[in-house]
């Protein structure tokens, strides 16, 4: 016989109110960029070539071009949040559909699918992104495309998990008995069902695509070159390791940074939601 | 007059931040060497928190009071590990779900053993062994050899049940504590495993107390019967008297015994209504009283307390049925 | 047994033909022209005709995936186009240096991770616990190329106690020990995410595993805490081999990243600069064998997961 202490009171874990404050706040930064009194971050002055930080004018100094480290960092934030949002929201779509529509296409269709995404998973993520945006061309756009493709069978197998759960239960049989299509067993009965535990899973995933997305522009297959992206900046100013160390560790720190808070707002989310993560991508 | 298990006024609170659950609120209990006890009572009446808090198995996050006497030690006073020692060696614990009590990875002869060897009993492996067989066949298995080379999922419900008796009686313990033994067992099973406990006590001399929300269980097991309601003690005595002429409304209540018709005493089969949670406070009155149909104003002013019953135990309530109005029913 | 891992090979069969299919399939959507970036812009027509017909790439795309296939099998990868060595030679000496790096990190993250999660579930103390699992969330969203210029920052360029980039030494051309000296830092750098999320996985497995019945029942008859600590170690192997299965393949793709800083000789850095060639048969051959011998890996973790657990062995 379990026995179990009186459950404490519901309201949100630390680490969700820590992740939304902390989100919200690299939403601020790279919403008012344009806003803020910073230099251009994509001029440089190379008379003013790697200058150590707390140089006048440049609290952060600058890089191998005489660009504004600090202006940088901020500008960047945008490329991050839009390398950590778009493909997973893209993926989620993708892969909640593809994975409630194997889950209700009967035995045959899921076979299938799940074969077809065994296949997807034979293949490390990393490296079949770098394949992809590589295939695709550098760029923002395939960069986008290469993170949200290797996301979908990730979504659609929880989602898949998911459906065959709710399948055997009494309202998903009492709806087919009577006649239901599955478009409308999939929007009224499925889909609010499995979306909190889509939801927080997806969450979890934006952490891992920022450090990703940031990754394949570290390698010059994301962010073109002026752009202000991170990776791309670490990528930058590693060749300077040994003249300026301290520079090339800021871009690495503000994608390790924004990698924690959005994890911590995945881990928050998970705990208030009690959902149980058993899946692993 | 020491008995071996003696259990004074136990109390157990789960704390959890601001919120405290009273489990357990103040019970009294004895059990004589070779005896047997049923605890008997609905799920949350406290029954196998108390079971829990004599193997001292409550966890971080609970609150113990009273004394809990082993042989006339006292068992809450003992460290985790003289404690440790304790378990499976003076007492055995018979958990309700035999399939899940055993390490589905391992087989389930070296998982009687195992206790053997870590109580130090026996230090040879041919001997463990040796007794390991010993005991399956004790506990009633008649192919000792093979089920010992079995793994748990390859066992009926049944078979488990008996492994995890054997694994229960291997040091010999003189007090073996069943918390709800035959629940997940279907009825034939049953009777065989309580049967089965009967032989053991008999060969083994040790005490049982058994907890259960059964009658039938009851019935067929008890030299006397403690029934529980809300973390208290609500009635106790020789299993026959309580369970044939019970002197609270609550036991009452809980065999279906149907009042006498000429008696004003309202219907009294099932109760309406739901026990009180574990973080009501049910100090100075009785916990039955929003259920009960024969309360009296003293039922909401005082706390009952336990008074002899003239044909054998003692009752909590002000108003008990009298052996008069027992017997014509 | 026997049968157990006969179905299981013969599942991973289609899954192999599915994995060549797409790594043929990705490689076909490179833009640019394989024939031009070959011969240079000045080729004759002709030229370029008689190169195109050579490497078959006037054949329908079926055949042409079929051809590839029926040569791969052989072991026939084809000659890479940018270094005109045989592809497999190519790929097999990279494959060697990388499965070390990988090999490296993936035993770093493992003991790392194993000792982290049972600290995190087993330790009765409440600041061990929280410690270990701060470290492992935050080893699990480091990326490979922060942690791995932080090292290099740190350990390599201020007090120069480790080499900061290539296999060997140039000067001294080293044996073993230098290797394995050049080996510690993208090692550890490859290893911190997965040693983070084994951690945290593992220590989630245990927590099942300890409020389980049966663990619960080997108190109730006095076992030792060790010996309790075994079996449940024991019981949460299946969970921690799902887990350090696919975080081997997320290893693998962090290679690639870390052999950039470091310059390691291996397959990730190899690819990356096929990759940039456009040199297809390389890139074919390279994912081919990774994701290739990703399904030979999971073939062993599921032989090892019904060693380990008796009821899925049937």
Redesign the interface.
């Known amino acids: 016989m379990a026995i179990s202490p009186p459950s404490p009171r519901s309201r949100p874990p630390a680490a969700l109110v820590a992740g939304t404050v902390a989100v919200l706040a690299l939403v601020l930064v790279a919403a008012l960029a344009p806003l803020l009194p910073l230099p251009d971050p994509d001029v440089g002055d190379l008379s003013h070539r790697l200058l150590s930080l707390g140089s006048p004018g440049h609290p952060l100094g600058t890089d191998g071009q005489g660009r504004d480290v600090l202006s940088r960092l901020v500008w960047g934030t945008q490329a991050s949040l839009v390398a950590g949002l778009v493909p997973v929201a893209v993926a989620g779509t993708l892969g909640t559909l593809l994975g409630i529509v194997a889950g209700l296409g009967g035995p045959r269709l899921e076979n299938t699918v799940m074969?077809?995404l065994?296949?997807?998973?034979?293949?490390?993520?990393?490296?079949l992104?770098?394949?992809?945006a590589?295939?695709?061309?550098a760029g923002l756009v395939s960069m986008l495309v290469a993170l949200s493709v290797i996301l979908v069978p990730a979504v659609a197998r929880v989602v898949v998990t998911e459906v065959a759960g709710l399948r055997e239960l009494d309202f998903m049989q009492a709806a087919r008995a009577s006649g239901a299509r599955w478009p409308t067993i999939a929007r009224w009965h499925v889909l609010p069902n499995i979306l909190p535990q889509v939801s927080v899973y997806c969450s979890a995933l934006v952490?891992l695509c920022v450090?990703l997305g940031?990754?394949l522009s570290?390698?010059g297959l994301g962010v073109a070159p002026p752009r202000a992206e991170w990776?791309a900046m670490?990528d930058d100013l590693?060749q300077h390791?040994?003249t300026a160390?301290?520079l090339?560790?800021l871009p690495?720190?503000a994608?390790?940074l924004a990698?924690?808070v959005f994890?911590v707002l995945g881990?928050g989310l998970r705990s208030h939601f009690d959902v149980r993560?058993r899946h692993?991508? | 007059m020491s008995e071996l298990l003696e259990i004074e006024n136990l109390t157990v609170d789960f704390v959890a931040g601001q919120r405290v659950a009273h489990a357990v609120r103040g019970v009294t209990l004895r059990l004589g060497a070779g005896r047997t006890t049923v605890v008997l009572g609905e799920s949350g009446s406290g029954k196998s928190v108390t079971a829990r808090a004599v193997?001292g198995?409550l966890g971080g996050g609970a609150r113990v009071g009273g004394a809990v006497r082993l042989g006339g030690e006292s068992l809450l006073d003992l460290n985790e590990r003289a404690m440790?020692?304790?378990?499976?060696?003076d007492i055995?614990?018979v958990?309700q779900?035999p399939g899940?009590?055993?390490?589905?990875?391992?087989k389930v002869g070296a998982q009687v053993a195992?206790?053997l060897r870590?109580?130090g009993v026996l230090t040879s492996r041919a001997a463990r062994r040796e007794r390991v067989m010993e005991l399956l066949t004790l506990a009633g298995i008649r192919t000792p050899e093979r089920v010992a080379k079995s793994?748990p999922?390859e066992l009926s419900g049944g078979m488990r049940q008996r492994v995890?008796i054997a694994?229960?009686i291997?040091c010999g313990p003189r007090l073996l504590i069943a918390d709800e033994p035959t629940t997940a067992l279907d009825m034939t099973v049953q009777a065989q495993i309580l049967e089965l406990f009967g032989s053991l006590q008999r060969e083994l001399d040790m005490a049982i107390l058994l907890v259960t929300h059964d009658v039938g269980v009851a019935r067929l097991m008890a030299s006397s019967v403690v029934v529980m309601y809300a973390g208290r003690v609500v009635e106790e005595g020789p299993g026959d008297r309580v369970l044939d002429r019970p002197a609270h409304p609550y036991t009452a209540a809980l065999l279906g015994a149907q009042p006498h018709p000429g008696v004003p005493r309202g219907e009294l089969v099932g109760l309406p209504g739901l026990p009180p949670s574990a973080t009501t406070v049910t100090e100075g009155r009785c916990a039955l009283v929003p259920r009960c149909a024969h309360a009296v104003a003293e039922c909401s002013t005082t706390s009952p307390v336990l008074e002899p019953v003239t044909d054998g135990g003692s009752v909590a309530c002000p108003v008990p049925w009298t052996a008069d109005e027992r017997r014509v029913g | 047994m026997t049968r157990f891992l006969l179905r299981r090979l013969a599942l991973a069969v289609?899954?192999v033909f599915?994995?060549s299919?797409?790594v043929f399939v990705?490689?076909k959507?490179?833009?640019g022209d394989p024939v031009a970036s070959l011969l240079g812009p000045l080729a004759t027509p002709t030229a370029r005709q008689e190169l195109s017909s050579r490497l078959g790439l006037n054949e329908p795309l079926p055949a042409q995936f079929f051809t590839w296939l029926w040569n791969v099998g052989q072991g026939r990868f084809g000659t890479s186009i940018q270094l005109q060595r045989d592809v497999l030679d190519v790929v097999w000496s990279a494959f060697g240096n990388t499965a070390l790096l990988a090999a490296a990190g993936a035993l770093i993250a493992f003991i790392g991770g194993v000792a982290l999660g049972a600290v995190g579930a087993f330790s009765s103390r409440r600041p061990p616990r929280w410690l270990a699992s701060a470290f492992s969330?935050?080893a699990?969203?480091?990326?490979?190329?922060?942690i791995a210029?932080?090292l290099?920052?740190v350990l390599a360029?201020?007090y120069r106690v480790l080499p900061a980039g290539g296999m060997r030494d140039p000067i001294s051309g080293g044996g073993p020990g230098d290797v394995l000296l050049h080996l510690v830092l993208p090692a550890v750098a490859v290893a911190m995410i997965p040693m983070g999320?084994i951690a945290r996985?593992l220590s989630?497995a245990l927590a099942d595993v300890l409020a389980?019945?049966?663990i619960?029942?080997?108190?109730?008859?006095?076992?030792?805490?060790a010996?309790i600590a075994r079996?449940a170690l024991?019981?949460a192997l299946p969970s921690l081999l799902?887990?350090v299965g696919?975080?081997l393949?997320?290893l693998?793709?962090?290679v690639?990243?870390v052999e950039?800083?470091f310059s390691w000789p291996g397959l990730?850095h190899a690819?990356?600069n096929a990759?940039?060639a456009r040199d297809l048969p390389l890139?074919q051959g390279g994912?081919l064998f990774?994701?290739?011998s990703?399904?030979l890996i999971?073939l062993v973790v599921d032989g090892a997961h019904a060693l380990?657990?008796?009821?899925v062995r049937r």
């Not at chain 1, 590589?134 to 061309?137: D, I, T």
């Open positions: 074969r077809g065994d296949v997807i998973f034979a293949f490390p993520a990393v490296l992104a770098i394949s992809i590589a295939s695709l061309g952490g450090v940031a990754g570290f390698l990776g670490v590693r390791v040994f160390p301290l090339a560790l690495a720190a994608i390790f990698s924690v994890n881990e993560s692993t991508a | 193997m198995l440790r020692s304790r378990r499976g060696r055995g614990l958990p779900d899940g009590s055993l390490d589905p990875l391992r195992e206790v870590a109580h793994y999922h995890v694994a229960a291997a | 289609p899954t599915g994995v299919l797409v990705t490689t959507l490179v833009p969330f935050l699990m969203s480091v990326p490979q190329y922060s210029l932080l290099v920052v360029v201020r999320v996985m989630a389980s019945d049966h619960d029942a080997m108190r109730a008859r006095g076992l030792h805490r010996t079996h024991h019981n799902t887990i696919l975080q393949a997320y693998v793709g962090g690639v990243f950039t800083i990730g690819l990356y990759i940039a890139i994912v990774i994701a290739v990703f399904v999971n380990i657990d008796p009821r």
